[in-house]
């Protein structure tokens, strides 16, 4: 800066300030000793523009959303929700959080070992997870993330002004030895997918989660923040992280399970944390309609929606196209969730091929920051009878040899 300042002939604060504009912009980022460089693309381009553009008559497995079919009739909870809200209508001063919304997800947390705390509404899991994010941190911050991980996810930290820390990952979540460089190396938040991970269908193991809360309670400073965007799409047990760390929020979405349109998460953590998500909150929005907060309360409590056939559902459609591709020497993962991921080596030429051959998947730069090139297949309406057909197009995508038969760390 100071080399700058002297070349052009202005006061090194004058630099610093220009450097933090940059920076807080996006324009720029930071990695500490080794200096400042010009971001690859403006932190507010999304990755969603990675997607492909599908023509009439392609199957399209690209896109990350639930089974229509799966999904709950929403016209009865509505319908009482908004006649609760005729009888007693919702004005300016109401209390935010509908308290039996608050009741049922406080249930659902303690029942899946999540630590007490106060609950708080936003507006689907990437709001609630900005909001916790903006509570604690400043630009220039390193946030660990998954590597490969959700794209939306990856997109928000840069445009906070934040940077990216990689942390590969299993089929057991994030990798111990890589969480622990991160915090070593500054990171000051870590974010994790309990279950259902985007891309890679990662779910926390108990193993998995002993030893990462091993490493979190070296770094007690840590901003942990947990996503269980899975919850009640998935079979698989949940692990949490929460209370280790003195700064935690945990996060649960309404999307998967009972609509993406609803955009609505509830989340807990500790005092501090929530406080400050809420103080911000009514400086903003102020809250997330209580129409909306009462019939998910509703769905909830007349349990509109069967968890565990929800995820048999979905469990058999991965399984069998995992075992399809692996009948013809291609590698695939998916251990929980609607995803399968494909570790390709050529990303581009395999989408490219799958596309001509009627099929359109996701391309792995969506997800990817440092993580091996992949494809990732959205199962969640994918027939019997599609299964085979897939597979042999992938395999013949791939080429001969298949898949690489590696993890995605």
């Known amino acids: 800066m100071r080399e700058l300042a002297e070349r052009l002939g202005v006061n090194a604060n004058t630099v610093a300030a220009a450097y933090r504009t940059l920076r807080e912009r996006g324009v720029i980022e930071t990695a500490g000793r080794r200096g400042s460089r010009v971001r690859p693309k403006p932190a507010t381009t999304a990755r969603d523009l990675m997607r492909v553009e599908v023509p009439p008559g392609v199957r399209d497995l690209s896109e990350g959303s639930p089974d229509p079919a799966l999904l709950p009739a929403l016209a009865g909870a509505f319908a009482a929700a908004a006649a609760q809200g005729d009888r007693e209508p919702v004005l300016y001063g109401h209390a935010p959080v509908e308290p039996g919304l608050a009741r049922a997800a406080r249930a659902g947390l303690d029942a899946d070992g999540v630590p007490d705390g106060p609950v708080a509404v936003a507006s689907g899991a990437l709001d609630a997870i900005e909001r916790v994010l903006a509570a604690h941190l400043r630009p220039g911050d390193a946030v660990a993330v998954e590597d490969p991980g959700w794209g939306s996810l990856l997109d928000l930290v840069p445009a906070l002004g934040l940077r990216t ?79 280790t760390t003195r700064s935690w929020a945990f996060v649960r979405s309404a999307a998967k399970a009972y609509g993406p349109d609803l955009r609505l998460a509830v989340l807990t953590g500790d005092t501090v944390t929530l406080d400050r998500v809420r103080g911000r909150q009514r400086l903003g929005p102020g809250w997330v309609s209580l129409i909306v907060q009462r019939a998910v309360a509703r769905l909830w409590s007349e349990g509109a929606v069967d968890p565990a056939a929800v995820a048999a559902s979905y469990g058999r459609r991965r399984d069998a196209l995992i075992g399809a591709l692996a009948r013809r020497g291609v590698a695939a993962y998916g251990p929980s969730g609607m995803n399968v991921w494909v570790p390709v080596p050529d990303e581009t030429g395999a989408v490219a091929r799958l596309l001509h051959a009627g099929w359109a998947v996701a391309p792995g730069a969506r997800f990817r920051l440092n993580a091996p090139p992949g494809i990732r297949v959205t199962v969640s309406t994918l027939t019997g009878d599609e299964i085979e057909p897939l597979s042999e197009a992938v395999a013949t995508a791939l080429g001969p040899a298949g898949g690489p038969a590696r993890t995605y760390a």
């Open 165 to 243: 820390v990689p942390v590969g990952l299993d089929g057991e979540g994030p990798l111990p030895d890589d969480v622990r460089e991160a915090l070593a190396g500054g990171a000051r938040a870590l974010i994790v997918t309990d279950r259902a991970q985007n891309p890679t269908g990662a779910a926390l193991s108990a193993a998995r989660a002993r030893v990462l809360r091993s490493v979190l309670a070296a770094h007690p400073e840590t901003l942990l923040i947990e996503d269980d965007h899975g919850h009640h799409i998935v079979d698989v047990p949940l692990h949490p992280l929460a209370g």
